[in-house]
C-alpha cells in the first residue's frame, strides 16, 4: 500500500507546481458557481431579491400608516414613488381613507400597473398587498370586537398588531420536495461538474503522458504491480478532487450561504465516493486513450453531457420521465440525487444512501474496467 500512497501524493505534487491548472482546479468552478447561482433564481426562494411596491399614500390618518406597516410586514421593499420603475406594482390610498372607515364606510385600495414590470412578480406583490389588506381589516375586526363597537385609535391597532399572533400557518411541500434554485442548485451542480471534468482530464492526460514519455515503463524495474500504479493513480486524482471539494465547500458555506451543516460528514463521505468515481473514469480513459493530444477532447465530450443530463445545469425535476430514467445511466445524475437530500432539501444520510451506493457500483466498474484496458 505505501507504494500506492507515495504514487498518489508525487501526483498530486506535480500538478499542484503548475499554476495555471489552478485555475481550471479553484478559480472556473467557484466562478461559475457564482455566475449560475444568480441566473437560476427561483421567485420568492431565499436567493431572490425581495418583490418592490412603491406607495402613493394621500392619507394622513393612523390608518394609511397602519396599511404601510402590514404591507411592510408582508416581505415588500417599498420604493419611493419617484423611483417607480424600480417596482413591480404600486398602489394609491386614497385621501379619506382614514375617515371613511371611522364612519363605517367602504373604500377601495387602487393598484397601479407599472409598464415593462415582470406580470409574474407584479401578481405577486398583489398576493402580497392583499394580505396586509386582510391583516389591517382583522384587526379593526378584532378591535370592534374587544371595545364593544367603539371607534378604531392608532393605539389600539398598534398593540393588536404587536402581540403575538394565536394562530400559526405551517405550509410545506406536500408529497413532493422543493424544486432547486439558486445557490442550492448552481454550488451542488458546479461541484459534480468540475470534479468530473477536471479528475478525467487530469486522469487521462497524465495516464497517457507518462506512457508516451516512458515513465511507465520506467516503473516496470520497481516491484509495482499494475493494481499498485493504478490505486496510486486514483488515489492521486483523489487527493486533487478533495481539494476542489473543500474549496467550494467553504465558498458555498460562508460566500453564498448555503448550509451545509446539518449533515456534514454525510455530505463529505458522499462527495469522496464521488471523486473515486470520477477518478477512476479518468484512469480508464488513459489506459484506453493512447494519444495525449485526444484525451481533452474526449473526456469533454464524454463529460459535459453527462453532467447536462445528470442534472447539473437544470434541476431534474423539470425534464419529462423518460430523461430522467436515462439520466440515471450515468454517475452524475446519482451524485446530483444525493447531493440534494443533504443539502438542498436537508434530508440525512438515509435519504441519500440509495444513490451512494449506485456511485459505488460505478466506482467498482471504472476501477475494473481501469485494471483491465491499463497497458505499460
Not at 398588531?161 to 405551517?170: A, F, I, M, W
Amino acid at each position: 500500500m505505501r507504494p500506492a500512497l507515495v504514487i498518489g501524493h508525487n501526483d498530486l505534487r506535480l500538478f499542484l507546481r503548475h499554476r495555471s491548472s489552478l485555475v481550471w482546479l479553484l478559480a472556473m468552478p467557484v466562478a461559475f458557481t457564482c455566475f449560475m447561482g444568480f441566473a437560476v433564481r427561483g421567485p420568492g426562494g431565499p436567493n431572490s431579491p425581495q418583490p418592490s411596491i412603491f406607495i402613493e399614500n394621500h392619507d394622513s390618518g393612523f390608518l394609511g400608516k397602519s396599511l404601510l406597516e402590514a404591507i411592510g410586514q408582508q416581505g415588500l421593499r417599498i420604493v419611493a414613488p419617484t423611483n417607480r420603475v424600480e417596482a413591480k406594482r404600486g398602489i394609491r390610498i386614497p385621501a379619506d381613507l382614514t375617515q371613511r372607515v371611522l364612519d363605517k364606510e367602504p373604500i377601495k385600495v387602487e393598484f397601479v400597473t407599472v409598464q415593462g414590470a415582470n406580470e409574474e412578480a407584479a401578481a405577486l406583490v398583489e398576493i402580497r398587498v392583499l394580505r396586509a389588506l386582510v391583516a389591517l381589516n382583522g384587526r379593526l375586526v378584532e378591535h370592534a370586537v374587544a371595545t364593544a363597537g367603539k371607534a378604531p385609535t392608532e393605539e389600539g391597532l398598534r398593540a393588536l398588531s404587536t402581540r403575538e399572533n394565536p394562530v400559526r400557518l405551517d405550509s410545506r411541500f406536500a408529497g413532493r420536495k422543493p424544486m432547486p434554485a439558486g445557490f442550492n442548485l448552481s454550488l451542488p451542480g458546479n461541484l459534480v461538474m468540475y470534479v468530473l471534468m477536471n479528475l478525467m482530464i487530469f486522469g487521462g492526460s497524465t495516464v497517457a503522458a507518462e506512457r508516451r514519455y516512458g515513465v511507465l515503463r520506467r516503473l516496470m524495474i520497481h516491484p509495482i504491480s499494475r493494481g499498485t500504479l493504478i490505486i496510486g493513480k486514483v488515489y492521486g486524482l483523489m487527493l486533487l478532487g478533495s481539494v476542489q471539494i473543500a474549496v467550494m465547500l467553504l465558498v458555498g458555506q460562508f460566500l453564498l450561504g448555503v448550509n451545509l451543516g446539518d449533515h456534514l460528514l454525510a455530505l463529505l463521505f458522499t462527495l469522496v465516493i464521488y471523486a473515486w468515481v470520477a477518478a477512476s473514469l479518468g484512469v480508464l480513459v488513459g489506459s484506453v486513450v493512447t494519444a495525449e493530444e485526444k484525451v481533452i477532447g474526449l473526456c469533454l465530450l464524454v463529460s459535459l453531457p453527462m453532467d447536462a443530463l445528470g442534472g447539473c445545469w437544470w434541476p431534474l425535476e423539470i425534464v419529462p420521465d423518460f430523461i430522467k430514467v436515462v439520466a440515471h445511466l450515468v454517475p452524475t445524475a446519482w451524485a446530483m440525487d444525493a447531493l440534494h437530500q443533504l443539502i438542498t432539501f436537508g434530508g440525512g444520510f438515509a435519504g441519500a444512501k440509495g444513490a451512494v451506493g449506485m456511485l459505488l457500483l460505478f466506482g467498482l466498474a471504472a476501477n475494473i474496467a481501469a485494471a483491465k484496458c491499463f497497458r505499460w
